[in-house]
């Protein structure tokens, strides 16, 4: 087990929702991300999926520290940096950097290539042997791009190459961790598979821990070590890449899943599950499991209490599900009782 380098402790983060005609006042709190845990340990990459608005970007602007938290807490190597101040946190921002969904958005188009990637240095007062703009030349390289590119701006490059760039970036304090939330949805399918080899090969060779925050099934489980599944503010699922992808417990990754396509044509097609309504308002979100709305299995259960995130029984060590009906494993002779320990 590698060291942990990120724990989120029962994380919580309300958004107040004001209203009024002249005196504004709070009527309400959008439960963005709603009291979950969540580890990633040195070198490793974990993935956290789930559908738009369940409260996965948020949870890694939380990670980052570009938000900060209703309550609960953000543990970097062992050291609470919930409410830090921007002093504190100085030392900590080379080591936790962030890659962005929007290649085209996430760069000032009035800067050079040059200018964006070296600013991180100035920033943090940072002098690299060969100078800045040596190393400015050699992220540009590591990436994949053309050294000479140094003075050119961002249009000139396309989507592709922009993210690229905003990996450079990243890449500039030489990071223990980062935090990429969507990297790869803004970009064509064969961009796609680039940037995520590029990825990995950064994380091979600079041993760098990821909090990789996707879409797309299939591009999780090629690049993530563990997946957490995300729904409506909850983690419902989590655990090893096989252990999900293969024996999923949750009635919501069973159905997420069942929507990844098969690369084998000539296989059986698996049948779709196709989710009843829309997800609920984080506003006013379901009691009992959130699932529950749109989850064949629901009972009157559901309704009045909160499954816990635990293992079942037949589980793998670390594989936690919350559901109080979960599916059945695909290998013969499991049960889906709770572990007696740990129920």
Not at 13 to 35: E, M, N, T
Not at 256 to 268: F, G, I, Q, R, T
Not at 313 to 323: D, I, P, Q, V
């Amino acid at each position: 087990m590698n060291e942990t380098l990120l724990e989120l402790k029962e994380l919580v983060k309300h958004f107040p929702v004001r209203g009024g005609a002249l005196i504004k006042r709070q009527v309400g709190a959008v439960h963005a991300v709603d009291g979950i845990d969540l580890t990633v340990g040195a070198g490793e990459t974990v993935g956290l999926v789930g559908e738009s608005g369940c409260g996965k970007s948020t949870t890694g602007r939380l990670a980052a520290r570009l938000l900060e938290p209703t309550t609960g807490k953000v543990l970097y190597q062992g050291q609470d940096i919930s409410h830090n101040s921007r002093r504190q946190l100085k030392p900590i921002r080379s080591e936790i950097q962030m890659i962005f969904q929007d290649p085209y958005s996430s760069l000032n188009p009035r800067h050079t290539v040059g200018t964006i990637i070296r600013g991180p240095m100035e920033v943090n007062d940072i002098n690299p042997p060969g100078g800045r703009k040596k190393r400015v030349q050699e992220l540009l390289e590591i990436v994949g791009l053309n050294p000479e590119h140094y003075n050119r701006f961002p249009h000139e490059f396309s989507g592709g190459q922009r993210q690229r760039i905003g990996i450079a970036r990243a890449l500039a304090l030489d990071p223990k961790l980062i935090i990429a939330d969507e990297p790869v949805s803004a970009l064509d399918v064969s961009i796609q598979a680039q940037v995520v080899n590029l990825l990995q090969e950064l994380q091979r060779d600079l041993g760098i821990a990821f909090l990789f925050i996707a879409h797309d099934l299939a591009i999780v489980r090629h690049f993530s070590q563990r997946v957490a599944v995300m729904y409506l503010g909850k983690i419902v699922e989590v655990g090893d890449r096989e252990s999900i992808y293969e024996r999923p417990r949750h009635p919501y990754t069973h159905a997420l899943l069942s929507a990844v396509p098969e690369p084998d044509v000539s296989s059986e097609p698996r049948e779709r599950i196709r989710l009843a309504g829309d997800v609920p308002s984080p506003i006013n979100p379901p009691s009992g499991c959130r699932f529950r709305t749109r989850c064949w299995k629901a009972q009157d259960k559901c309704a009045t209490e909160v499954p816990p995130l635990v293992r079942l029984s037949g589980n793998r060590e670390g594989h936690l599900t919350a559901c109080h009906f979960p599916e059945a494993p695909t290998t013969q002779g499991e049960d889906v009782v709770l572990d007696p320990a740990l129920a």
